[in-house]
């Protein structure tokens, strides 16, 4: 996929952008991930049809590194980059999909994002403060990955290797990159800024959207607890219920993509 870049402050953006111009669809990638790792959205038949653009965050991909790691590497940076690419590309009435890390961005941003056909979040257990996260999550402990600085070639491969379901025979070599290439300190100082008023209520932030909020999950999923998920007030969430994506853990994107795809393209026959 060739990439494109965009300035928001100080701060150099790149992102992909398919050949389609219909209705259009941002994607934002988790932790320590890249744009890259949707290209079964950006290229085939849902990017030939739809506007679809994936951005990589600050210190990912080809990104720049955070200009001011305090400011940018948190769920407010983060989200005032995702608001700057939605002004400057003009994406306001898209469907705002999020993953893992993504997924926070969204909620974190979604009383900007009003205007949006609908929200996607996926690998992404809404949380207050403090995070329930041994409700939230399940037990991995790959899970420390995702707030350690430097990691060694077995912490990569751990961390990858949670991201897919169990079964799984084959991780992609996109995903091991994106790990090595993203800046140390956008982990770790992410797990710093986890504490009071370093994020938004984000279950006070679903159970008062005024837009669709659609919630995948694997089947397969080794990190988020499926159970959490249910029990939390949601009232606009799409169709009622949770999406399950089978033969996938916590990247359907990249392992079940037919079916990821139908049903973002769902998602748009009903709101867009």
Not at 6 to 15: A, E, K, R, V
Not at 24 to 53: C, D, E, P, W, Y
Request: aromatic letters at 6%.
């Amino acid at each position: 996929m060739q990439g494109n870049t965009l300035q928001i402050g100080s701060q150099t953006i790149n992102y992909y952008e398919s050949a389609g111009n219909g209705s259009a669809i941002l994607l934002i990638h988790g932790n320590s991930m890249s744009g890259l790792s949707f290209r079964h959205q950006v290229t085939g038949h849902l990017g030939a049809k739809h506007r679809v653009v994936a951005i990589d965050l600050p210190g990912h991909g080809l990104s720049t590194p955070a200009s001011d790691p305090q400011q940018f590497y948190t769920l407010p940076g983060y989200a005032e980059i995702v608001l700057g690419v939605v002004e400057q590309l003009g994406l306001q009435d898209a469907v705002v999909v999020g993953w893992s890390l993504g997924g926070h961005i969204v909620l974190e941003a979604s009383d900007r994002l009003t205007s949006a056909a609908a929200l996607v979040i996926y690998g992404a257990p809404p949380v207050s403060f403090p995070p329930a996260m041994d409700q939230a999550f399940l037990p991995n402990p790959a899970m420390a990955a995702v707030f350690t600085g430097a990691l060694t070639d077995e912490q990569i491969e751990a961390f990858a290797a949670a991201c897919f379901s169990p079964d799984a025979n084959h991780i992609p070599q996109v995903i091991l990159d994106d790990i090595r290439r993203t800046d140390p300190m956008a982990r770790q100082v992410f797990g710093e800024s986890i504490q009071p008023d370093g994020y938004r209520d984000e279950i006070e932030a679903v159970a008062n959207l005024s837009v669709p909020l659609a919630v995948f999950h694997g089947a397969q999923e080794q990190l988020v607890n499926i159970a959490y998920l249910q029990s939390l007030n949601m009232p606009t969430l799409w169709r009622g219920e949770i999406q399950i994506i089978p033969d996938a853990g916590h990247t359907p994107h990249l392992e079940n993509p037919k079916h990821f795809n139908e049903l973002l393209e769902a998602l748009l026959d009903e709101t867009a």
